[in-house]
Protein backbone atom coordinates (compact mmCIF):
# COMPACT_ATOMS: atom_id res chain seq x y z
CA UNK A 1 0.00 0.00 0.00
CA UNK A 2 1.35 3.35 -0.94
CA UNK A 3 1.68 5.80 2.02
CA UNK A 4 -1.18 8.60 1.64
CA UNK A 5 -2.22 11.38 3.54
CA UNK A 6 -5.09 9.87 6.21
CA UNK A 7 -8.16 11.79 6.41
CA UNK A 8 -10.63 11.95 9.12
CA UNK A 9 -14.18 10.39 9.02
CA UNK A 10 -16.83 10.61 12.30
CA UNK A 11 -19.57 8.96 12.89
CA UNK A 12 -18.21 5.55 12.03
CA UNK A 13 -17.44 2.51 14.18
CA UNK A 14 -14.30 -0.21 13.65
CA UNK A 15 -15.73 -3.89 14.43
CA UNK A 16 -13.39 -6.49 15.92
CA UNK A 17 -12.08 -8.80 13.31
CA UNK A 18 -13.38 -12.35 13.49
CA UNK A 19 -9.99 -14.57 14.21
CA UNK A 20 -8.21 -11.84 15.31
CA UNK A 21 -4.74 -12.86 17.19
CA UNK A 22 -4.94 -13.08 20.75
CA UNK A 23 -2.54 -9.90 21.59
CA UNK A 24 -2.66 -10.46 25.56
CA UNK A 25 -0.83 -12.90 27.78
CA UNK A 26 -2.31 -14.27 31.00
CA UNK A 27 0.01 -13.07 33.33
CA UNK A 28 0.06 -9.46 31.90
CA UNK A 29 -2.58 -8.27 34.40
CA UNK A 30 -5.28 -5.91 32.43
CA UNK A 31 -6.34 -2.78 34.24
CA UNK A 32 -9.56 -2.42 35.79
CA UNK A 33 -12.57 -1.19 33.58
CA UNK A 34 -10.61 -2.45 30.02
CA UNK A 35 -13.71 -2.42 27.54
CA UNK A 36 -13.69 -5.48 26.17
CA UNK A 37 -13.35 -5.40 21.94
CA UNK A 38 -16.22 -6.80 20.97
CA UNK A 39 -18.15 -4.02 22.51
CA UNK A 40 -20.46 -2.92 19.70
CA UNK A 41 -21.52 -0.08 21.54
CA UNK A 42 -18.71 1.87 21.69
CA UNK A 43 -19.06 4.49 18.60
CA UNK A 44 -16.29 6.10 17.79
CA UNK A 45 -14.21 7.91 14.61
CA UNK A 46 -11.52 6.58 12.79
CA UNK A 47 -8.69 7.48 10.19
CA UNK A 48 -10.03 6.71 6.87
CA UNK A 49 -7.60 4.91 4.53
CA UNK A 50 -9.45 6.59 1.12
CA UNK A 51 -6.29 7.36 -0.61
CA UNK A 52 -3.89 5.25 1.38
CA UNK A 53 -6.09 2.14 0.01
CA UNK A 54 -7.33 3.46 -3.17
CA UNK A 55 -3.47 3.56 -4.63
CA UNK A 56 -3.61 -0.08 -3.98
CA UNK A 57 -7.18 -1.62 -4.39
CA UNK A 58 -8.43 1.06 -7.17
CA UNK A 59 -12.13 0.16 -6.25
CA UNK A 60 -12.24 0.80 -2.97
CA UNK A 61 -13.19 4.70 -1.67
CA UNK A 62 -13.10 3.81 1.93
CA UNK A 63 -11.85 1.24 4.59
CA UNK A 64 -15.50 0.85 5.64
CA UNK A 65 -15.99 -0.22 1.97
CA UNK A 66 -12.66 -2.33 2.27
CA UNK A 67 -13.83 -4.00 5.07
CA UNK A 68 -16.64 -5.16 3.50
CA UNK A 69 -15.12 -6.33 0.72
CA UNK A 70 -11.88 -8.20 2.48
CA UNK A 71 -12.62 -11.54 4.24
CA UNK A 72 -12.93 -11.10 8.33
CA UNK A 73 -10.32 -14.02 8.64
CA UNK A 74 -7.29 -13.54 7.49
CA UNK A 75 -6.39 -16.34 4.99
CA UNK A 76 -2.84 -16.51 5.14
CA UNK A 77 -2.30 -19.98 5.95
CA UNK A 78 -3.88 -21.53 2.87
CA UNK A 79 -1.61 -22.95 0.76
CA UNK A 80 -2.25 -22.40 -2.86
CA UNK A 81 -0.09 -24.98 -4.82
CA UNK A 82 -1.99 -27.83 -3.21
CA UNK A 83 1.24 -28.81 -0.94
CA UNK A 84 1.60 -30.10 2.71
CA UNK A 85 2.44 -27.34 5.06
CA UNK A 86 6.10 -26.44 5.59
CA UNK A 87 7.39 -24.68 8.67
CA UNK A 88 8.39 -20.89 6.95
CA UNK A 89 11.26 -20.55 9.35
CA UNK A 90 12.42 -24.61 9.28
CA UNK A 91 12.19 -24.53 5.47
CA UNK A 92 14.56 -21.06 5.30
CA UNK A 93 17.21 -22.30 8.22
CA UNK A 94 18.23 -25.01 5.03
CA UNK A 95 20.02 -21.85 3.84
CA UNK A 96 21.07 -20.24 7.17
CA UNK A 97 22.93 -23.08 8.72
CA UNK A 98 25.83 -21.02 10.29
CA UNK A 99 24.31 -17.72 9.79
CA UNK A 100 25.65 -16.09 13.13
CA UNK A 101 28.70 -17.83 12.17
CA UNK A 102 29.34 -16.56 9.21
CA UNK A 103 28.58 -12.82 10.36
CA UNK A 104 31.09 -13.16 13.03
CA UNK A 105 33.55 -14.19 10.45
CA UNK A 106 33.08 -11.14 8.20
CA UNK A 107 33.29 -8.98 11.71
CA UNK A 108 36.86 -10.23 11.30
CA UNK A 109 37.81 -7.96 14.74
CA UNK A 110 41.23 -8.32 16.16
CA UNK A 111 40.98 -5.88 19.64
CA UNK A 112 38.91 -7.93 22.20
CA UNK A 113 36.56 -5.36 23.29
CA UNK A 114 35.52 -4.23 19.99
CA UNK A 115 35.26 -8.08 19.04
CA UNK A 116 32.62 -8.76 22.19
CA UNK A 117 30.54 -5.73 21.27
CA UNK A 118 30.05 -6.27 17.71
CA UNK A 119 29.32 -9.83 18.37
CA UNK A 120 27.25 -9.39 21.30
CA UNK A 121 23.50 -9.68 19.46
CA UNK A 122 24.91 -12.36 17.23
CA UNK A 123 24.34 -15.07 19.92
CA UNK A 124 21.36 -16.72 17.92
CA UNK A 125 18.77 -15.73 20.05
CA UNK A 126 17.20 -12.78 17.58
CA UNK A 127 13.95 -13.97 15.63
CA UNK A 128 16.35 -13.42 12.36
CA UNK A 129 13.29 -12.86 10.66
CA UNK A 130 14.65 -10.49 8.19
CA UNK A 131 17.24 -13.70 6.83
CA UNK A 132 14.30 -15.98 6.47
CA UNK A 133 12.16 -13.69 4.32
CA UNK A 134 15.29 -12.68 2.10
CA UNK A 135 15.95 -16.64 1.77
CA UNK A 136 12.50 -17.72 0.99
CA UNK A 137 12.07 -14.90 -1.72
CA UNK A 138 15.10 -16.05 -2.91
CA UNK A 139 14.26 -19.05 -3.12
CA UNK A 140 10.69 -18.54 -4.95
CA UNK A 141 11.76 -15.63 -7.04
CA UNK A 142 14.32 -18.06 -8.83
CA UNK A 143 11.38 -21.07 -8.95
CA UNK A 144 9.44 -18.20 -10.57
CA UNK A 145 11.99 -17.77 -13.23
CA UNK A 146 13.51 -21.08 -14.58
CA UNK A 147 12.25 -23.72 -11.98
CA UNK A 148 15.69 -23.21 -10.47
CA UNK A 149 15.71 -25.30 -7.08
CA UNK A 150 19.20 -23.62 -6.55
CA UNK A 151 20.10 -20.35 -4.48
CA UNK A 152 23.09 -18.00 -5.43
CA UNK A 153 25.70 -18.00 -2.56
CA UNK A 154 25.52 -14.15 -3.23
CA UNK A 155 21.60 -13.72 -2.54
CA UNK A 156 22.27 -15.62 0.71
CA UNK A 157 25.07 -12.85 1.09
CA UNK A 158 22.02 -10.65 1.14
CA UNK A 159 20.28 -12.36 3.84
CA UNK A 160 23.90 -11.58 6.35
CA UNK A 161 24.04 -8.29 4.99
CA UNK A 162 19.78 -7.79 5.81
CA UNK A 163 20.60 -8.94 9.51
CA UNK A 164 23.41 -7.05 9.95
CA UNK A 165 22.18 -3.42 8.95
CA UNK A 166 19.67 -4.56 11.35
CA UNK A 167 21.80 -5.58 14.37
CA UNK A 168 23.81 -2.06 13.28
CA UNK A 169 20.96 -0.10 14.08
CA UNK A 170 19.39 -1.56 16.85
CA UNK A 171 22.85 -0.75 18.61
CA UNK A 172 22.65 3.14 17.71
CA UNK A 173 19.13 2.99 18.65
CA UNK A 174 19.65 1.72 21.93
CA UNK A 175 22.16 4.64 21.67
CA UNK A 176 19.81 7.21 21.14
CA UNK A 177 16.61 5.71 23.52
CA UNK A 178 18.87 5.49 26.50
CA UNK A 179 17.70 1.93 26.16
CA UNK A 180 18.98 -0.43 28.97
CA UNK A 181 18.09 -3.91 27.77
CA UNK A 182 17.20 -5.91 24.45
CA UNK A 183 16.41 -9.28 23.72
CA UNK A 184 16.34 -10.28 27.94
CA UNK A 185 19.88 -8.72 28.66
CA UNK A 186 21.45 -5.73 28.37
CA UNK A 187 22.33 -3.47 25.62
CA UNK A 188 25.97 -2.61 24.59
CA UNK A 189 25.32 1.10 25.68
CA UNK A 190 24.75 -0.39 29.11
CA UNK A 191 27.85 -2.48 29.61
CA UNK A 192 30.46 -0.53 27.27
CA UNK A 193 28.96 2.94 27.39
CA UNK A 194 27.21 5.21 24.17
CA UNK A 195 30.42 5.83 22.61
CA UNK A 196 31.97 2.71 22.11
CA UNK A 197 28.72 1.34 21.31
CA UNK A 198 28.28 4.06 18.32
CA UNK A 199 31.30 3.07 17.49
CA UNK A 200 30.08 -0.97 17.83
CA UNK A 201 27.29 0.08 15.16
CA UNK A 202 29.37 1.80 12.70
CA UNK A 203 31.61 -1.50 12.33
CA UNK A 204 28.74 -3.79 12.18
CA UNK A 205 27.38 -1.13 9.38
CA UNK A 206 31.04 -0.98 7.61
CA UNK A 207 31.27 -5.20 7.53
CA UNK A 208 28.45 -5.00 5.98
CA UNK A 209 29.02 -2.70 3.08
CA UNK A 210 32.14 -4.52 2.58
CA UNK A 211 30.23 -7.54 1.75
CA UNK A 212 28.29 -6.08 -0.29
CA UNK A 213 30.70 -4.34 -2.20
CA UNK A 214 31.68 -8.16 -2.75
CA UNK A 215 28.42 -8.98 -4.09
CA UNK A 216 29.73 -6.48 -7.43
CA UNK A 217 26.07 -5.70 -8.80
CA UNK A 218 26.06 -1.97 -8.64
CA UNK A 219 21.90 -2.19 -8.91
CA UNK A 220 22.04 -4.07 -5.63
CA UNK A 221 24.54 -2.03 -4.38
CA UNK A 222 22.59 0.70 -4.66
CA UNK A 223 19.07 -0.79 -3.40
CA UNK A 224 20.87 -1.72 -0.06
CA UNK A 225 22.58 1.73 0.55
CA UNK A 226 18.93 3.19 0.22
CA UNK A 227 18.17 1.20 3.00
CA UNK A 228 20.88 3.20 5.31
CA UNK A 229 18.97 6.24 4.43
CA UNK A 230 16.05 5.25 5.22
CA UNK A 231 17.13 4.39 8.41
CA UNK A 232 18.89 7.65 8.92
CA UNK A 233 15.53 9.75 7.74
CA UNK A 234 13.53 7.63 9.49
CA UNK A 235 15.28 8.00 13.23
CA UNK A 236 14.79 12.20 11.86
CA UNK A 237 11.03 11.53 11.53
CA UNK A 238 11.02 9.32 15.21
CA UNK A 239 12.39 12.81 16.59
CA UNK A 240 9.73 14.69 15.50
CA UNK A 241 5.82 15.10 15.77
CA UNK A 242 2.91 16.58 13.57
CA UNK A 243 0.81 19.46 15.31
CA UNK A 244 -1.80 18.95 12.93
CA UNK A 245 -4.03 15.80 14.11
CA UNK A 246 -4.67 14.69 10.27
CA UNK A 247 -0.95 14.32 9.56
CA UNK A 248 0.15 12.20 12.19
CA UNK A 249 -1.01 8.62 11.11
CA UNK A 250 1.30 9.71 7.33
CA UNK A 251 4.18 10.82 9.64
CA UNK A 252 4.00 7.69 11.51
CA UNK A 253 3.20 5.44 8.50
CA UNK A 254 6.30 6.93 6.65
CA UNK A 255 8.72 6.42 9.96
CA UNK A 256 7.02 3.18 10.17
CA UNK A 257 8.42 2.35 6.61
CA UNK A 258 11.80 3.91 6.44
CA UNK A 259 12.63 2.51 9.77
CA UNK A 260 11.62 -0.97 9.65
CA UNK A 261 9.90 -2.24 6.44
CA UNK A 262 12.25 -0.62 3.94
CA UNK A 263 14.98 -3.17 4.77
CA UNK A 264 13.23 -5.99 4.18
CA UNK A 265 11.34 -4.36 1.07
CA UNK A 266 14.72 -3.61 -0.33
CA UNK A 267 16.33 -6.77 0.62
CA UNK A 268 13.43 -8.55 -1.17
CA UNK A 269 13.81 -6.81 -4.35
CA UNK A 270 17.91 -7.26 -3.77
CA UNK A 271 17.72 -11.15 -4.32
CA UNK A 272 14.89 -11.16 -6.66
CA UNK A 273 16.93 -8.86 -8.96
CA UNK A 274 20.18 -11.41 -8.64
CA UNK A 275 17.76 -14.17 -9.79
CA UNK A 276 15.55 -13.12 -12.34
CA UNK A 277 15.49 -10.14 -15.29
CA UNK A 278 12.19 -9.83 -14.83
CA UNK A 279 10.94 -5.91 -12.98
CA UNK A 280 8.07 -7.36 -12.63
CA UNK A 281 9.23 -9.70 -10.23
CA UNK A 282 11.66 -7.17 -8.45
CA UNK A 283 8.42 -5.25 -7.94
CA UNK A 284 6.07 -8.35 -6.17
CA UNK A 285 9.15 -8.94 -4.15
CA UNK A 286 9.79 -5.26 -2.97
CA UNK A 287 5.89 -4.68 -2.59
CA UNK A 288 5.84 -7.99 -0.30
CA UNK A 289 8.65 -6.81 1.42
CA UNK A 290 7.27 -3.42 2.53
CA UNK A 291 3.66 -4.17 3.16
CA UNK A 292 5.20 -7.25 5.75
CA UNK A 293 7.53 -4.79 7.07
CA UNK A 294 5.11 -2.38 8.00
CA UNK A 295 2.46 -5.20 9.59
CA UNK A 296 5.06 -6.79 11.41
CA UNK A 297 6.23 -3.11 12.98
CA UNK A 298 2.27 -2.63 13.80
CA UNK A 299 2.64 -5.78 15.57
CA UNK A 300 5.42 -4.59 17.39
CA UNK A 301 4.10 -1.22 18.66
CA UNK A 302 0.48 -2.72 19.90
CA UNK A 303 2.55 -5.59 21.78
CA UNK A 304 4.06 -2.80 23.67
CA UNK A 305 0.63 -2.33 25.15
CA UNK A 306 -0.67 -6.00 25.32
CA UNK A 307 2.82 -8.25 26.46
CA UNK A 308 4.83 -8.09 29.75
CA UNK A 309 8.81 -7.34 29.57
CA UNK A 310 9.32 -10.52 30.07
CA UNK A 311 7.53 -11.58 27.14
CA UNK A 312 9.64 -8.99 24.61
CA UNK A 313 12.74 -9.15 26.18
CA UNK A 314 12.79 -5.36 27.13
CA UNK A 315 10.69 -2.50 28.51
CA UNK A 316 7.50 -2.72 27.78
CA UNK A 317 5.23 0.94 27.33
CA UNK A 318 8.92 2.09 26.09
CA UNK A 319 7.88 4.08 23.51
CA UNK A 320 5.40 6.40 25.58
CA UNK A 321 8.47 6.79 27.91
CA UNK A 322 10.74 8.15 24.87
CA UNK A 323 7.78 10.60 23.84
CA UNK A 324 6.64 8.13 20.50
CA UNK A 325 3.01 8.10 19.92
CA UNK A 326 2.92 5.07 17.51
CA UNK A 327 -0.99 3.41 16.23
CA UNK A 328 -2.58 2.09 19.11
CA UNK A 329 -2.02 5.90 20.95
CA UNK A 330 -3.43 8.01 17.33
CA UNK A 331 -6.19 5.85 17.13
CA UNK A 332 -6.99 5.60 20.82
CA UNK A 333 -6.93 9.54 21.12
CA UNK A 334 -9.87 10.08 18.69
CA UNK A 335 -11.70 8.32 21.65
CA UNK A 336 -10.15 10.32 23.94
CA UNK A 337 -9.13 13.89 22.78
CA UNK A 338 -7.64 15.03 25.68
CA UNK A 339 -4.72 12.62 24.79
CA UNK A 340 -3.81 15.04 22.21
CA UNK A 341 -2.25 17.54 24.64
CA UNK A 342 0.20 14.59 25.85
CA UNK A 343 1.28 13.73 22.23
CA UNK A 344 2.23 17.20 21.73
CA UNK A 345 4.11 17.65 25.06
CA UNK A 346 5.88 13.95 23.96
CA UNK A 347 4.11 12.25 27.73
CA UNK A 348 6.65 14.67 29.07
CA UNK A 349 4.32 15.85 32.48
CA UNK A 350 4.42 13.49 35.54
CA UNK A 351 1.62 10.98 34.96
CA UNK A 352 1.60 11.50 31.44
CA UNK A 353 2.78 7.35 30.79
CA UNK A 354 0.14 5.80 32.59
CA UNK A 355 -2.54 7.90 31.84
CA UNK A 356 -1.69 7.42 27.94
CA UNK A 357 -1.17 3.51 28.57
CA UNK A 358 -4.60 3.58 30.47
CA UNK A 359 -6.90 5.27 27.36
CA UNK A 360 -4.95 2.88 24.80
CA UNK A 361 -6.33 -0.29 26.69
CA UNK A 362 -10.01 1.50 27.26
CA UNK A 363 -10.00 2.20 24.17
CA UNK A 364 -10.01 -0.15 20.67
CA UNK A 365 -6.22 1.03 19.41
CA UNK A 366 -4.53 -2.11 19.82
CA UNK A 367 -7.64 -3.80 17.93
CA UNK A 368 -7.72 -1.18 15.49
CA UNK A 369 -4.08 -1.39 14.71
CA UNK A 370 -4.18 -4.86 14.56
CA UNK A 371 -7.06 -4.44 11.82
CA UNK A 372 -4.45 -2.55 9.73
CA UNK A 373 -1.63 -4.85 10.17
CA UNK A 374 -4.23 -7.82 8.72
CA UNK A 375 -5.04 -5.38 6.29
CA UNK A 376 -1.18 -4.95 5.15
CA UNK A 377 -0.34 -8.53 5.68
CA UNK A 378 -3.74 -9.16 3.38
CA UNK A 379 -1.68 -6.79 0.87
CA UNK A 380 1.29 -8.76 0.84
CA UNK A 381 -0.06 -12.51 0.39
CA UNK A 382 -2.08 -10.99 -2.78
CA UNK A 383 1.47 -9.69 -4.36
CA UNK A 384 3.27 -13.03 -3.61
CA UNK A 385 0.64 -14.71 -4.71
CA UNK A 386 1.65 -13.56 -8.32
CA UNK A 387 4.58 -15.65 -8.31
CA UNK A 388 4.64 -19.53 -9.48
CA UNK A 389 3.16 -21.86 -6.87
CA UNK A 390 6.10 -23.60 -4.86
CA UNK A 391 7.07 -24.17 -1.28
CA UNK A 392 9.02 -21.27 -0.34
CA UNK A 393 5.99 -18.87 -2.09
CA UNK A 394 3.38 -20.92 0.30
CA UNK A 395 6.03 -20.30 3.14
CA UNK A 396 5.55 -16.88 2.94
CA UNK A 397 1.79 -16.29 2.48
CA UNK A 398 2.25 -18.55 5.36
CA UNK A 399 5.05 -16.25 7.48
CA UNK A 400 2.56 -13.34 7.19
CA UNK A 401 0.29 -15.20 9.76
CA UNK A 402 2.96 -15.19 12.43
CA UNK A 403 3.84 -11.96 12.06
CA UNK A 404 0.17 -11.52 13.22
CA UNK A 405 0.08 -13.86 15.65
CA UNK A 406 3.54 -13.52 17.16
CA UNK A 407 3.69 -12.56 20.87
CA UNK A 408 7.17 -11.18 20.95
Known amino acids: MALRWWCWRRGCSWRQVAGSPRLGHPSCAEPLGMRAASDTRAQMPYFSLVKTLASAFPSVNSISQFHQRTPAVCCCSQTQSGEKYTDPFKLAWRDLKGLYEDIRKELCVSTRELKDMSEYYFDGKGKAYRPIIVVLMARACNIHHNNSRDMQASQRSIALIAEMIHTASLVHDDVIDDASSRRGKHTVNR????????????????????????????????????????????????????????????????????????????????????????????????????????????????????????????????????????????????????????????????????????????????????YLAQQYCHEAVREIRKLRPSTERDALIQLSESVLTRDK
Open 191 to 370: IWGEKKAVLAGDLILSAASIALARIGNTAVISILTQVIEDLVRGEFLQLGSKENENERFAHYLEKTFKKTASLIANSCKAVSLLGCPDPVVHEIAYQYGKNIGIAFQLIDDVLDFTSCSDQMGKPTSADLKLGIATGPVLFACQQFPEMNAMIMRRFSLPGDVDRARQYVLQSDGVQQTT
